[in-house]
């Protein structure tokens, strides 16, 4: 069964950084893309970057072009994400999200491809 725990969250001051971590277990995750989305109070899911495992394929929401950074280590089997000159419009929990149908599909931003989520973990920019 596929597992995915984050970590790496916290308060912190805008203009600062965080580096979020994604473990995942249960399976091998060749064929299937990393997916990293944010969700603010009374606002809905939305996409922050995604990866491809295997072809090392990145892709990112205008909001995290040039601050945001995804990664991999495929021996771990770990996503990162490096996030900073940090904003309060930041704060929201993030969750890691696998899924192999975004490689057949390639709606790597579509929430509703990915079938397996993390429990997510907060990140809160103050001003």
């Known amino acids: 069964q596929v597992q995915l725990v984050e970590s790496g969250g916290g308060l912190v001051q805008a203009g600062g950084s965080l580096r979020l971590s994604c473990v995942a277990s249960g399976r091998t995750f060749s064929n299937y893309y990393m997916g990293w989305f944010r969700q603010a109070p009374g606002k809905e899911r939305e996409f922050v970057a995604a990866?491809?495992?295997?072809?090392?394929?990145?892709y990112y929401a205008d909001s995290a072009k040039g601050r945001f950074t995804i990664s991999r280590n495929n021996t771990k089997n770990i996503v990162y994400l490096q996030m900073n000159s940090l904003k309060p419009e930041d704060t929201a929990v993030y969750y890691c999200?696998?899924?192999?149908?975004?490689?057949?599909?390639?709606?790597?931003?579509?929430?509703?491809?990915?079938?397996?989520w993390g429990q997510g973990t907060q990140v809160t920019v103050s001003s």
């Open positions: 990866i491809r495992w295997s072809a090392l394929r990145t």
């Open positions: 999200a696998t899924s192999a149908k975004v490689d057949r599909s390639g709606s790597y931003h579509d929430s509703t491809q990915y079938d397996y």
